[in-house]
C-alpha cells in the first residue's frame, strides 16, 4: 500500500513538543561565543530630516562597546528596491538611515553593548535631532505629491500597472445593473511568534557565517551579499528552526546587514534578536491596498463587465508589496467568466513601514475584491450570493485555460467545489433558519458568506520557469539523507519529503533526515513561499529518488552479474531482485558501502499551478452591540492530489484562521502623523482560539498534470477564501436591516455605525 | 522589552513592607502578581528604582468572614477569588469578575490588591468593587485607614493611596442571593472591556467609562423611583465622558453603556 496520501504524523514534532526548537536566538553555536548584541535606535517620528546624531552618552554607558549612525555605513550602496526594473529605482534605502527618516521604526544607528540588557538602556541615550516633514499615511495624500518621500523620485508612485487613461467607458454597455463601490483591505501584521533576529561571525577566510531565521538561505544570501557589497561566494547563511514567518521572513532585512557589517567592523561575533515592539513597527507589514470596483451585467445574474482599481500601500520603501498589485490583478476576475474585464493598479510610497509578503500577497486582495463586488451586485438584484456565482463560474475544464489578465489556469472544476461546500454547508436549511431568525426580529442575526476562488502558486521568478533542486543519498546503514533547496517553517518538509522518497526507496520515513537552509551544503534554492515547495521541492525529491534507483540498478546489476534489465526492485525490502529469481537480491543500503550512493536532481514546472475552492462562513452578529461571532467556517480547498491529509489540513486550519482574522479582527492603525497605534499585542489583536470555531474541511482532490505528484499548493487558500467569506457572513447578518458594506476588519463600532446609518436611510426613504 | 534597571527587596511581613515603602518613599513600586506593573516597566511606561515584593507575605493573602463583610487579603490571586466558595456564596458578582480578568495565566498570578492599585478604569475588579460599594484597607506606618471604593479611585492610573501606605485588604458587604447582572464587551476573550457594566441592589458601575469606573448615577435614581430596567439603562451614559481609542468613540461607548447596563438589569429582574 502507498504511503502518499496517509496520515503520517510529523516527524517534526517530538522534538518541538519535548526538548523545543533551536532558534536563531537559542543558538549555542562556539563560533558565536563571545558576541556582542546590537540594538537598533529606531526613528520615533513618520517623517523628518536627520541633523545630528549624538552617540557620546551611549557610549559611555555601562556595557557599551561601539555605537554607529547611518554617516559611518554611509560607503556602502544604497538598497535599490527588488525588482528594480519594474519599480522606480530611486527610492533607494540606506542600511541606516543617513538623511531622512521614513517611517516609525526605521533605524538611525546601534548600540552595541556584551550584554542585551544593556543595549536597551543605551539606545535610550543616543540623541538624534529631527527635522520633522509632514507624515503621508493617506492614500489620497501619497497621490497628491504635495510631500514627496524621495525627492530625487519626485513622486511617491512606484509603479504603475495601467492608467486611468487605458479605461475602456463602454465596458459596461448594455448593463442593466451597474454597481460600484470603494473599499480598504486593510495592513495586518505578520506577527509570527518568533520575531526576527541574526547571528553573525566572519572567518579569518574573510567569510561571513550568518544564521537568519528566513524562508530560504540562499535568497538570504543574495540579499546580504548585495547589500554587504560583497560576493555571494563570500557569505553563508544557515537557517535555524524558523518560529513562523508568513511570508514576512523572506529574504534579509537591512537589520541582518547591519548585525553582519557590525560583526566584521569590531572583529568579533555579533548577535541581534528584535523585542515584539520592534517587530511589530519594523518587519514588513501584508495588505494594504484600496479598491474601487464597478460590477455590472443582467437582472437575473450575468455578470458582464467588471473593473477593479487598485492602490497599493508599499510603506516607506518599496519592497515585494508594490509589486503585488501586479498578482491581485491577473488574478482579477478569478474562477468566474466575465466578458468585459479591466483592473489597473497604482503602488505609492507612504511613511509607514515597508509592505512585503503576507500569506497570500497578491491573490487574498484580488478574490476580496471580487467576492465583495460580486454580493453588492447579488444585493442589488435581489439575487442569492451563491446562485450568482454558480451562474458565472467557468464551466469545468481539464486543458489549460488562458485568462484575459494572462493567467494559464491548469485544470478547475469550480462550480463542483462550489456545490461540495454548499452541500457540506447545508446551505438551503442555512438560509431557512436565516429566514426565521429574520422573522422573529431576534437581537442576534445570522448571516452567511460565500467565496469562491481560484489562486496561484508555484510561479515562477525572474528567472524563468519554476524549478527546484533536490538530493537524496542512500547510506550503507539504511539511512538516507534529503537536501532540499526549499525552507520550511512549520509546513513539514521534513515529514512530507521523507514520505515521498519513502515511496521510491522503501526506506522508512524515520529513517530519513532532511536538511536544508546552509548555502554551503546547498547553494541553490528557491525556498518557501508563494505555497511552491510540495509540487516543485517535493516533486524534485521524487525525481531525484527515481533516478537513485536507475543509478542503483547499474550498481546491483553489476553485484549480482545480473542484466539490468532483468531486476526489479523491491520496494517492501528496499532491495533489487533477479525477475524469477527472489533470492538472488542485493539491499539498496548495501549498494551505498563501496560507493555513495546519491543523485541530485533539479525538477522543472511547466508553469505555476491554480488551486480552487469555495468557503463559507456562518457568523452571528449581536444588532445592539454589532458584535461579530464566527459560528462556523466550512471549506472545499482543491489543491489537487493530497500528500499527506494531516499536513494540508494543518496549512488550511492556519490559513482559515489569519483570514478570518482579518475579516473579524486585525488592523495595523496610524494617527494621521503617523504613529503606529498598535504597537503591541495589547493593540494588536492576534486571533485566539476563543474567537474561532472548529473548522469543518470537506475535501476534493482535482491533479493537476504539471508534476507527477499532481499537487498544487495549499499554503495559502486559507487566507484567500476566508477572508471574504468571514466578511460577507457579517455583512449578510445584518443585510436585511439594509446593510450593504461593512470595512474590514468588521468591528463591532463599524457594524454598529453601518447599522444606525441603514436604520437613518430606511427612515428617510419612508418619510420622502 | 526589558524594564530599566530597578532594585528588589522581598518584604517579610505587611509591617515590613510598609517599613520599606516609607523608606524608599515616589522610588519605590509594590510587586505583588506583577501582571500589570511588570508589563509597564517592560515597555518603559513605568521604571521604578525600587520594587517591594509582597507576593509571599502570608498576612496578605486569604479570605474571611467579619460580620456583614467579606475580608479579602491584598495578595489574594484572581483564580483563588474566583473559585472561593465564600465569595461565590457571599459575592458572586466578585467571583465571577474575578473569572474574567485576562486569561487563566494571568488569573493565577495577578492579585485583587494589584488590580485596585493599578486603578485601570477598564479593569474588572475595580469596577466590581465599585458597584458592590466595597471600601479597601490602606496601611501606613500611622495606621490603617478605611476608604470607599466610590472615593478610591481618583483618576486614569491613580488612587487615593498617599506615598507610604499599602493597600492591605478589601471589603465587600455579604449579600448571599441577591441577584445581579454583569456585562463586559470584548473583542477578544482575553482583552480588557471596551465598556462593562455591573449592577446589584440598586447600585451601577461602568468599566472604560471615564478615568475610573464610574456609578450610572441618572440610571441608579430612576430605578430608585421605580422605572423599568430599560428606561433606566436608557440614562446610562448620561454625565460620562468616556475616551476615545481603536476600538470605541464615545458615542459608542455611550451606546454600548447603555445596552450593557440594560442587559445587566434585565440579568436581575
Given at each position: 500500500m502507498s504511503i502518499l496520501g496517509t496520515r503520517v504524523l510529523r516527524t517534526e514534532d517530538p522534538r518541538f513538543l519535548t526538548t523545543g526548537g533551536v532558534y536563531t536566538e537559542d543558538l549555542t553555536d562556539e563560533a558565536l561565543d563571545g558576541a556582542c548584541h546590537v540594538f537598533f535606535v529606531r526613528s520615533p517620528i513618520a517623517h523628518a530630516r536627520i541633523g545630528r546624531?549624538?552617540?557620546?552618552?551611549?557610549?559611555?554607558?555601562?556595557?557599551?562597546?561601539?555605537?554607529?549612525?547611518?554617516?559611518?555605513?554611509?560607503?556602502?550602496?544604497?538598497?535599490?528596491?527588488?525588482?528594480?526594473?519594474?519599480?522606480?529605482?530611486?527610492?533607494?534605502?540606506?542600511?541606516?538611515?543617513?538623511?531622512?527618516?521614513?517611517?516609525?521604526?526605521?533605524?538611525?544607528?546601534?548600540?552595541?553593548?556584551?550584554?542585551?540588557?544593556?543595549?536597551?538602556d543605551a539606545v535610550e541615550l543616543v540623541d538624534v535631532d529631527y527635522d520633522p516633514l509632514p507624515a503621508v499615511v493617506?492614500?489620497?495624500?501619497?497621490?497628491?505629491?504635495?510631500?514627496?518621500?524621495?525627492?530625487?523620485?519626485?513622486?511617491?508612485?512606484?509603479?504603475?500597472?495601467?492608467?486611468?487613461?487605458?479605461?475602456?467607458?463602454?465596458?459596461?454597455?448594455?448593463?442593466?445593473?451597474?454597481?460600484?463601490?470603494?473599499?480598504?483591505n486593510q495592513r495586518v501584521a505578520p506577527a509570527p511568534m518568533e520575531s526576527r533576529a541574526a547571528a553573525a561571525v566572519w572567518g579569518e577566510d574573510g567569510r561571513l557565517t550568518t544564521w537568519i531565521p528566513n524562508q530560504g538561505a540562499q535568497s538570504a544570501r543574495d540579499d546580504l551579499a548585495k547589500m554587504l557589497d560583497v560576493e555571494a561566494s563570500q557569505v553563508r547563511v544557515i537557517t535555524p528552526d524558523v518560529g513562523g514567518a508568513f511570508g514576512a521572513k523572506?529574504?534579509?532585512?537591512?537589520?541582518?546587514?547591519?548585525?553582519?557589517?557590525?560583526?566584521?567592523?569590531?572583529?568579533?561575533?555579533?548577535?541581534?534578536?528584535?523585542?515584539?515592539?520592534?517587530?511589530?513597527?519594523?518587519?514588513?507589514?501584508?495588505?494594504?491596498?484600496?479598491?474601487?470596483?464597478?460590477?455590472?451585467?443582467?437582472?437575473?445574474?450575468?455578470?458582464?463587465?467588471?473593473?477593479?482599481?487598485?492602490?497599493?500601500?508599499?510603506?516607506?520603501?518599496?519592497?515585494?508589496?508594490?509589486?503585488?498589485?501586479?498578482?491581485?490583478?491577473?488574478?482579477?476576475?478569478?474562477?468566474?467568466?466575465?466578458?468585459?474585464?479591466?483592473?489597473?493598479?497604482?503602488?505609492?510610497?507612504?511613511?509607514?513601514?515597508?509592505?512585503?509578503?503576507?500569506?497570500?500577497?497578491?491573490?487574498?486582495?484580488?478574490?476580496?475584491?471580487?467576492?465583495?463586488?460580486l454580493d453588492l451586485f447579488a444585493a442589488e438584484i435581489g439575487m442569492d450570493p451563491a446562485d450568482v456565482r454558480r451562474r458565472n463560474l467557468l464551466p469545468p475544464f481539464t486543458e489549460p485555460h488562458q485568462t484575459a489578465f494572462g493567467a494559464l489556469y491548469d485544470s478547475g472544476d469550480y462550480a463542483a467545489a462550489l456545490d461540495k461546500a454548499l452541500e457540506a454547508a447545508g446551505y438551503a436549511d442555512l438560509r431557512a433558519e436565516q429566514a426565521s431568525r429574520r422573522a422573529s426580529g431576534g437581537t442576534v442575526q445570522m448571516g452567511i458568506g460565500v467565496s469562491c476562488y481560484v489562486e496561484i502558486t508555484g510561479g515562477g521568478d525572474e528567472s524563468g520557469a519554476p524549478q527546484e533542486n533536490a538530493t537524496v543519498e542512500v547510506h550503507p546503514d539504511g539511512t538516507a539523507t534529503i537536501l532540499t533547496g526549499t525552507s520550511p517553517h512549520g509546513q513539514g518538509h521534513s515529514t512530507a519529503w521523507a514520505m515521498i522518497a519513502s515511496e521510491e526507496l522503501g526506506i522508512p520515513v524515520e529513517n530519513f533526515t532532511v536538511r536544508w537552509g546552509d548555502?554551503?551544503?546547498?547553494?541553490?534554492?528557491?525556498?518557501?513561499?508563494?505555497?511552491?515547495?510540495?509540487?516543485?521541492?517535493?516533486?524534485?525529491?521524487?525525481?531525484?529518488?527515481?533516478?537513485?534507483?536507475?543509478?542503483?540498478?547499474?550498481?546491483?546489476?553489476?553485484?549480482?552479474?545480473?542484466?539490468?534489465?532483468?531486476?526489479?526492485?523491491?520496494?517492501?525490502?528496499?532491495?533489487?531482485?533477479?525477475?524469477?529469481?527472489?533470492?538472488?537480491?542485493?539491499?539498496?543500503?548495501?549498494?551505498?558501502?563501496?560507493?555513495?550512493?546519491?543523485?541530485?536532481?533539479?525538477?522543472?514546472?511547466?508553469?505555476?499551478?491554480?488551486?480552487?475552492?469555495?468557503?463559507?462562513?456562518?457568523?452571528?452578529?449581536?444588532?445592539?452591540?454589532?458584535?461579530?461571532?464566527?459560528?462556523?467556517?466550512?471549506?472545499?480547498?482543491?489543491?489537487?492530489?493530497?500528500?499527506?491529509?494531516?499536513?494540508?489540513?494543518?496549512?488550511?486550519?492556519?490559513?482559515?484562521?489569519?483570514?478570518?482574522?482579518?475579516?473579524?479582527?486585525?488592523?495595523?492603525?496610524?494617527?494621521?502623523?503617523?504613529?503606529?497605534?498598535?504597537?503591541?499585542?495589547?493593540?494588536?489583536?492576534?486571533?485566539?482560539?476563543?474567537?474561532?470555531?472548529?473548522?469543518?474541511?470537506?475535501?476534493?482532490?482535482?491533479?493537476?498534470?504539471?508534476?507527477?505528484?499532481?499537487?498544487?499548493?495549499?499554503?495559502?487558500?486559507?487566507?484567500?477564501?476566508?477572508?471574504?467569506?468571514?466578511?460577507?457572513a457579517i455583512i449578510d447578518a445584518v443585510a436585511h436591516l439594509g446593510v450593504r458594506h461593512v470595512e474590514m476588519p468588521t468591528t463591532p463600532m463599524r457594524v454598529w455605525r453601518a447599522l444606525v446609518e441603514a436604520s437613518a436611510q430606511g427612515t428617510d426613504s419612508e418619510s420622502a | 522589552m526589558i524594564p530599566a534597571p530597578f532594585d528588589y527587596v522581598a518584604a517579610e511581613s505587611a509591617a515590613h513592607a510598609i517599613e520599606l515603602l516609607s523608606q524608599h518613599g515616589d522610588d519605590a513600586k509594590v510587586l505583588a502578581g506583577g501582571h500589570s506593573l511588570l508589563p509597564m516597566m517592560k515597555l518603559r511606561l513605568a521604571a521604578p528604582e525600587v520594587l517591594i515584593d509582597i507576593a509571599r507575605v502570608a498576612d496578605l493573602a486569604g479570605i474571611s468572614v467579619d460580620g456583614d463583610e467579606l475580608v479579602i487579603g491584598a495578595t489574594t490571586r484572581h483564580a483563588d477569588l474566583a473559585s472561593s466558595e465564600l465569595v461565590r456564596a457571599d459575592a458572586p458578582l466578585l467571583a465571577h469578575a474575578a473569572s474574567l480578568v485576562g486569561d487563566p495565566q494571568i488569573r493565577h498570578?495577578?492579585?485583587?490588591?494589584?488590580?485596585?492599585?493599578?486603578?485601570?478604569?477598564?479593569?474588572?475588579?475595580?469596577?466590581?468593587?465599585?458597584?458592590?460599594?466595597?471600601?479597601?484597607?490602606?496601611?501606613?506606618?500611622?495606621?490603617?485607614?478605611?476608604?470607599?471604593?466610590?472615593?478610591?479611585?481618583?483618576?486614569?492610573?491613580?488612587?487615593?493611596?498617599?506615598?507610604?501606605?499599602?493597600?492591605?485588604?478589601?471589603?465587600?458587604?455579604?449579600?448571599?442571593?441577591?441577584?445581579?447582572?454583569?456585562?463586559?464587551?470584548?473583542?477578544?476573550?482575553?482583552?480588557?472591556?471596551?465598556?462593562?457594566?455591573?449592577?446589584?441592589?440598586?447600585?451601577?458601575?461602568?468599566?472604560?467609562?471615564?478615568?475610573?469606573?464610574?456609578?450610572?448615577?441618572?440610571?441608579?435614581?430612576?430605578?430608585?423611583?421605580?422605572?423599568?430596567?430599560?428606561?433606566?439603562?436608557?440614562?446610562?451614559?448620561?454625565?460620562?465622558?468616556?475616551?476615545?481609542?481603536?476600538?470605541?468613540?464615545?458615542?459608542?461607548?455611550?451606546?454600548?453603556?447603555?445596552v450593557l447596563t440594560r442587559r445587566a438589569l434585565e440579568h436581575i429582574s
Amino acid at each position: 500500500m502507498s504511503i502518499l496520501g496517509t496520515r503520517v504524523l510529523r516527524t517534526e514534532d517530538p522534538r518541538f513538543l519535548t526538548t523545543g526548537g533551536v532558534y536563531t536566538e537559542d543558538l549555542t553555536d562556539e563560533a558565536l561565543d563571545g558576541a556582542c548584541h546590537v540594538f537598533f535606535v529606531r526613528s520615533p517620528i513618520a517623517h523628518a530630516r536627520i541633523g545630528r546624531v549624538d552617540l557620546s552618552a551611549a557610549l559611555a554607558a555601562p556595557g557599551v562597546i561601539a555605537a554607529f549612525s547611518g554617516a559611518d555605513l554611509a560607503d556602502l550602496p544604497a538598497i535599490e528596491p527588488m525588482m528594480a526594473g519594474m519599480l522606480n529605482a530611486k527610492m533607494t534605502r540606506r542600511l541606516l538611515a543617513i538623511d531622512k527618516v521614513r517611517f516609525v521604526g526605521d533605524p538611525v544607528a546601534v548600540v552595541v553593548t556584551e550584554d542585551p540588557y544593556q543595549g536597551e538602556d543605551a539606545v535610550e541615550l543616543v540623541d538624534v535631532d529631527y527635522d520633522p516633514l509632514p507624515a503621508v499615511v493617506d492614500f489620497d495624500d501619497a497621490l497628491s505629491n504635495e510631500t514627496i518621500l524621495f525627492e530625487d523620485a519626485g513622486t511617491n508612485v512606484v509603479v504603475e500597472f495601467g492608467n486611468a487613461g487605458s479605461l475602456k467607458p463602454e465596458l459596461f454597455d448594455g448593463c442593466e445593473v451597474v454597481v460600484s463601490h470603494t473599499f480598504g483591505n486593510q495592513r495586518v501584521a505578520p506577527a509570527p511568534m518568533e520575531s526576527r533576529a541574526a547571528a553573525a561571525v566572519w572567518g579569518e577566510d574573510g567569510r561571513l557565517t550568518t544564521w537568519i531565521p528566513n524562508q530560504g538561505a540562499q535568497s538570504a544570501r543574495d540579499d546580504l551579499a548585495k547589500m554587504l557589497d560583497v560576493e555571494a561566494s563570500q557569505v553563508r547563511v544557515i537557517t535555524p528552526d524558523v518560529g513562523g514567518a508568513f511570508g514576512a521572513k523572506f529574504g534579509a532585512d537591512p537589520e541582518h546587514a547591519v548585525v553582519a557589517w557590525v560583526a566584521r567592523q569590531l572583529g568579533r561575533p555579533a548577535r541581534w534578536t528584535e523585542t515584539r515592539f520592534e517587530n511589530l513597527i519594523s518587519m514588513t507589514h501584508g495588505r494594504g491596498q484600496r479598491h474601487t470596483i464597478m460590477i455590472g451585467g443582467s437582472r437575473d445574474g450575468d455578470v458582464l463587465g467588471y473593473r477593479l482599481e487598485i492602490i497599493q500601500d508599499g510603506g516607506a520603501y518599496p519592497r515585494i508589496g508594490a509589486v503585488l498589485p501586479f498578482l491581485t490583478i491577473m488574478m482579477a476576475t478569478g474562477p468566474y467568466s466575465i466578458p468585459n474585464a479591466e483592473a489597473i493598479g497604482t503602488s505609492v510610497v507612504t511613511t509607514t513601514t515597508p509592505i512585503g509578503a503576507y500569506r497570500g500577497a497578491g491573490r487574498p486582495e484580488a478574490t476580496a475584491a471580487l467576492e465583495r463586488a460580486l454580493d453588492l451586485f447579488a444585493a442589488e438584484i435581489g439575487m442569492d450570493p451563491a446562485d450568482v456565482r454558480r451562474r458565472n463560474l467557468l464551466p469545468p475544464f481539464t486543458e489549460p485555460h488562458q485568462t484575459a489578465f494572462g493567467a494559464l489556469y491548469d485544470s478547475g472544476d469550480y462550480a463542483a467545489a462550489l456545490d461540495k461546500a454548499l452541500e457540506a454547508a447545508g446551505y438551503a436549511d442555512l438560509r431557512a433558519e436565516q429566514a426565521s431568525r429574520r422573522a422573529s426580529g431576534g437581537t442576534v442575526q445570522m448571516g452567511i458568506g460565500v467565496s469562491c476562488y481560484v489562486e496561484i502558486t508555484g510561479g515562477g521568478d525572474e528567472s524563468g520557469a519554476p524549478q527546484e533542486n533536490a538530493t537524496v543519498e542512500v547510506h550503507p546503514d539504511g539511512t538516507a539523507t534529503i537536501l532540499t533547496g526549499t525552507s520550511p517553517h512549520g509546513q513539514g518538509h521534513s515529514t512530507a519529503w521523507a514520505m515521498i522518497a519513502s515511496e521510491e526507496l522503501g526506506i522508512p520515513v524515520e529513517n530519513f533526515t532532511v536538511r536544508w537552509g546552509d548555502t554551503d551544503l546547498i547553494p541553490v534554492g528557491g525556498g518557501t513561499g508563494g505555497s511552491r515547495s510540495l509540487q516543485q521541492g517535493g516533486a524534485a525529491v521524487q525525481q531525484a529518488s527515481k533516478e537513485l534507483i536507475e543509478l542503483a540498478r547499474e550498481r546491483a546489476a553489476a553485484a549480482l552479474e545480473a542484466s539490468a534489465a532483468d531486476l526489479q526492485f523491491d520496494p517492501g525490502r528496499s532491495a533489487f531482485a533477479v525477475a524469477g529469481d527472489p533470492d538472488a537480491s542485493v539491499r539498496l543500503a548495501d549498494l551505498a558501502k563501496d560507493e555513495r550512493l546519491f543523485v541530485h536532481s533539479i525538477f522543472t514546472a511547466p508553469g505555476a499551478t491554480f488551486p480552487f475552492g469555495t468557503h463559507v462562513a456562518v457568523a452571528e452578529v449581536d444588532t445592539e452591540t454589532g458584535k461579530a461571532v464566527l459560528r462556523r467556517v466550512i471549506t472545499v480547498d482543491d489543491a489537487g492530489l493530497v500528500l499527506n491529509p494531516l499536513l494540508a489540513e494543518g496549512q488550511r486550519h492556519g490559513g482559515i484562521a489569519q483570514g478570518a482574522a482579518q475579516a473579524l479582527l486585525e488592523e495595523v492603525v496610524y494617527d494621521a502623523d503617523g504613529n503606529p497605534l498598535t504597537a503591541s499585542f495589547a493593540d494588536y489583536p492576534i486571533v485566539s482560539a476563543t474567537e474561532l470555531p472548529s473548522f469543518e474541511l470537506a475535501s476534493m482532490e482535482t491533479p493537476t498534470s504539471y508534476n507527477p505528484l499532481g499537487v498544487k499548493g495549499i499554503g495559502e487558500a486559507g487566507t484567500i477564501g476566508a477572508t471574504p467569506a468571514v466578511q460577507s457572513a457579517i455583512i449578510d447578518a445584518v443585510a436585511h436591516l439594509g446593510v450593504r458594506h461593512v470595512e474590514m476588519p468588521t468591528t463591532p463600532m463599524r457594524v454598529w455605525r453601518a447599522l444606525v446609518e441603514a436604520s437613518a436611510q430606511g427612515t428617510d426613504s419612508e418619510s420622502a | 522589552m526589558i524594564p530599566a534597571p530597578f532594585d528588589y527587596v522581598a518584604a517579610e511581613s505587611a509591617a515590613h513592607a510598609i517599613e520599606l515603602l516609607s523608606q524608599h518613599g515616589d522610588d519605590a513600586k509594590v510587586l505583588a502578581g506583577g501582571h500589570s506593573l511588570l508589563p509597564m516597566m517592560k515597555l518603559r511606561l513605568a521604571a521604578p528604582e525600587v520594587l517591594i515584593d509582597i507576593a509571599r507575605v502570608a498576612d496578605l493573602a486569604g479570605i474571611s468572614v467579619d460580620g456583614d463583610e467579606l475580608v479579602i487579603g491584598a495578595t489574594t490571586r484572581h483564580a483563588d477569588l474566583a473559585s472561593s466558595e465564600l465569595v461565590r456564596a457571599d459575592a458572586p458578582l466578585l467571583a465571577h469578575a474575578a473569572s474574567l480578568v485576562g486569561d487563566p495565566q494571568i488569573r493565577h498570578r495577578g492579585t485583587i490588591g494589584g488590580s485596585l492599585a493599578h486603578a485601570d478604569p477598564a479593569a474588572d475588579l475595580p469596577m466590581a468593587l465599585v458597584a458592590l460599594g466595597g471600601s479597601v484597607e490602606l496601611t501606613s506606618a500611622g495606621g490603617t485607614r478605611l476608604v470607599a471604593a466610590d472615593d478610591f479611585f481618583a483618576g486614569f492610573f491613580e488612587t487615593a493611596l498617599e506615598p507610604g501606605e499599602l493597600l492591605t485588604a478589601v471589603r465587600v458587604p455579604r449579600r448571599p442571593g441577591v441577584a445581579w447582572g454583569y456585562q463586559k464587551f470584548v473583542r477578544r476573550a482575553n482583552d480588557w472591556a471596551i465598556v462593562g457594566a455591573a449592577a446589584i441592589d440598586g447600585r451601577i458601575a461602568l468599566a472604560n467609562m471615564g478615568s475610573v469606573p464610574v456609578r450610572a448615577r441618572a440610571a441608579e435614581q430612576a430605578l430608585a423611583d421605580g422605572a423599568s430596567a430599560a428606561d433606566a439603562a436608557r440614562l446610562a451614559a448620561d454625565g460620562t465622558s468616556p475616551g476615545e481609542d481603536i476600538h470605541a468613540d464615545r458615542a459608542f461607548r455611550q451606546h454600548l453603556a447603555r445596552v450593557l447596563t440594560r442587559r445587566a438589569l434585565e440579568h436581575i429582574s
